[in-house]
């Protein structure tokens, strides 16, 4: 008996002792956050261009080592988006978020882990998907791609176009 509370003892000992070295040394993270808008084209369907007005919000944080220099960044975004037919103006709107984690120390970035964009228009279905893993290397070249990514590739655009027809 004397033994488990001896033991018990010390495991709970340790645990503050960690505790207390853990906040003692982290670094408290920094957190900037940013608003763009603006209209880009998206898709090139032959008689007429998908255009988006979008609106982005954005936060990032930045986590710190021990010492206070970068470790990695999280960037949230928030996509609001308007998807249209640049002849007619006919269109939808859509909204997404997405996460980016940024690796200070190698620059590369992994972003769209999940589901980045989903369009779906009533009877038509997806025409719009961006999801999976994609990362990109400090010169911003692709180095990995896991899933569909229709807007960060700009592939298989034809259901969108369909769609705003």
Partial sequence: MRRIIVLSTLAASMAVMLTLAGSA???KPEVETFHEEGTESIAN???FEVLTDY???GRVTTYLDS???EDYERVHLQFHDFFYNSETGEGFV?????VVLVDSASGTEVSGTGLSYHVTVPG????LLDVGRLERNEAGEIIFVAGPHQVHLGEDMDKLCEALA
């Fill in 67 to 69: 010492e206070g220099n």
């Fill in 45 to 47: 369907c032959g008689t």
């Fill in 25 to 27: 040394f982290a670094a």
């Fill in 124 to 127: 038509e279905g997806v025409v």
């Fill in 55 to 57: 609106v982005l919000e």
């Fill in 94 to 98: 859509e909204a997404n978020t997405t």
